[in-house]
């Protein structure tokens, strides 16, 4: 009897077993004919590669007013229109035109040594190599005393930023000290950080304001290490000087010049940093357009900013939003002919000064806000896709939940969503259509090490990116931009009621002006 029914038990388990293998796994859905076109398309005849090259090594760094820039503008519209896809520059406003040239920084005193240091973008140029003793920014009781200080700089070159007493990133710290030296480097440098917040405020001055009175006071150079707390790391922004070099220095030579100045060493550096001044120029966004077939008044649009800090390549902000978009609709115009609704791609200018390229888009063109079926905007680097947040929208539950059903699941199974989230009010260019109450959406991706790595830092490079991430993000980008073409339904656009946030009422987010004559004042 128990040897009959350990038989029986036998052959169910392996009839069972043989029906599960029969059946097609999770992974193996039923996708649509358009949904399995793009994978293939994606996977074996991908441009990424390609375009990254031309667009990150060929042209570089794409900072606002540069002509860097502005081939970048031509060369996304040579690009489009080689697909066949109408494409054009929409100048938005002007900048103030500049391009980085080389940056030599050498310690000559008390010995000889190549520092790791670049100028910040806009910094004025060396007409000859500037050279002067190293100074740092003096520990002072209050303003009077800083004033008085102030007259000692003529000719040096000022140290403004903190000191840091170790290079090492936080986390490797954690990894290897004991547990009680753990917690003493932690309070040492979060006590470090306060005091130097407190020496800058005894000063009478912020960051921001300090540069220009050591420049008045007639410093030779000023010198910071906007250290990210990860080796090697450091971002690269903007100059706040009229007429001397500014410049960042690598946390390593940053600390070997502080600590040789507060010893009594007497460092030296001569600095030979080459940039042109490039007057007035105009700025760009770059709008590609397929045009729709039966509802053209209504668009989905794919979003991206083009423009990225120079500290490195720009790579992951935002090459790869740039990519993924381009990529999205080659493959789209490839495989989608007769799309129903406009398509656009909006490569925007001047992100990082503001979401100036997205907000005059806004306000100049109306008419096409009004007919937004949806915007996906993809900005915060390479990793894989996993949150999409409703932005406030009551109803983006339903449209996007439905789009997301045609993505597959090993792909949408990793996207954390949120309903109806609350309205972005800035960060990237998805904002400034939510401000305007246009159902824009962020592609917010995997970390990768973003915010402290490669996040407007000079190691924002090519090889950071990760392609067969990027790849998954074309393919889910080119899915929701199917479907949402095709979706019967016109978009809801109801907003949530905005909460009561620590005793205050919250307001939809609203409009801003752009700005569109930057650093010309």
């Keep these: 009897m128990k040897l009959y029914t350990a038989i029986l038990y036998v052959t169910a388990l392996l009839g069972s077993q043989l029906l599960y293998a029969q059946q097609p796994p999770a992974s193996r859905q039923k996708l649509s004919p358009f949904a399995e076109s793009v994978i293939n398309e994606v ?53 103030r035109g500049w391009q980085r040239g080389t940056s030599e920084v050498t310690m000559i005193a008390p010995r000889i040594k190549s520092l790791d240091a670049t100028q910040l ?20 009781s209050g303003p009077d005393e800083f004033n008085q200080w102030l007259k000692t700089v003529k000719g040096k070159i000022v140290l403004i930023s903190q000191y840091q007493r ?23 440098r979060a006590d470090d950080a306060a005091a130097f917040q407190q020496r800058i405020a005894r000063t009478g001055y912020t960051t921001a304001t300090l540069p220009e009175a050591l420049e008045k006071a007639g410093a030779a150079a000023i010198a910071i290490s906007n250290w990210t707390g990860i080796m090697g790391a450091n ?10 070099p500014t410049i960042d220095i690598s946390v390593e030579d940053y600390g070997l010049l502080y600590r040789m100045a507060v010893n009594g060493q007497g460092p030296k550096i001569r600095i030979n940093v080459q940039s042109k001044n490039l007057g007035t120029v105009k700025t760009y966004n770059t709008i590609g357009c397929i045009e729709g077939k039966e509802k053209p008044n209504e668009y989905v649009i794919l979003s991206a900013h083009l423009d990225s800090w120079d500290g490195a390549q720009g790579a992951t902000d935002n090459g790869t939003g740039t990519l993924t978009m381009l990529e999205t609709i080659r ?23 503001g979401l100036n390229g997205s907000r005059a888009f806004v306000k100049d063109h109306p008419e096409i806000v009004k007919g937004i079926q949806v915007l996906f905007n993809q900005d915060n680097g390479t990793g894989r896709i996993t949150n999409i947040s409703g932005q406030g929208f009551v109803n983006s539950y339903s449209y996007i939940g439905r789009w997301l059903d045609a993505v597959p699941k090993d792909i949408s199974s990793e996207i954390q969503t949120s309903f109806p989230g609350m309205p972005g009010t ?28 490669t996040w407007h830092t000079n190691r924002d490079t090519y090889d950071k990116i990760v392609f067969d991430e990027v790849k998954n993000n074309v393919i889910l980008t080119a899915i929701l931009a199917y479907e949402a073409s095709e979706d019967p339904e016109f978009t809801n656009r109801e907003k949530r009621i905005m909460p009561v946030i620590n005793g205050q009422q919250s307001n939809w987010p609203e409009m801003k002006e752009p700005e569109r004559k930057g650093g010309l004042n």
């Design 331 to 353: 493959v789209l115009k490839k495989l989608y002919p007769n799309n129903k609704r406009t398509i656009l791609i909006c490569l925007w200018g001047s992100e990082e000064q």
């Design 235 to 244: 971002r690269i922004f903007g100059a706040r000087t009229q007429k001397i």
């Design 43 to 95: 996977n074996h005849n991908s441009q990424l590669e390609k375009m990254a090259s031309e667009l990150l090594d060929g042209i570089g760094p794409r900072l606002v007013g540069t002509p860097e820039m502005e081939q970048a503008n031509d060369w996304s519209v040579a690009k489009l229109e080689s697909w066949g896809i109408s494409a054009q520059k929409q100048q938005f406003g002007e900048w």
């Design 426 to 453: 800035g960060g990237s260019d998805f904002a400034s259509f939510v401000a305007a109450g246009a159902p824009a959406f962020s592609l917010s991706s995997l970390s990768w090490g973003y915010g402290g790595y």
């Design 166 to 188: 170790s290079g090492r990133p936080d986390y490797q710290i954690k990894e290897f000290a004991k547990p009680e030296l753990y917690d003493k480097l932690m309070k040492e």
């Design 121 to 140: 973008a806009w910094s004025p140029a060396t007409k000859k190599p500037v050279q002067g003793d190293v100074v740092v920014l003096p520990n002072v």
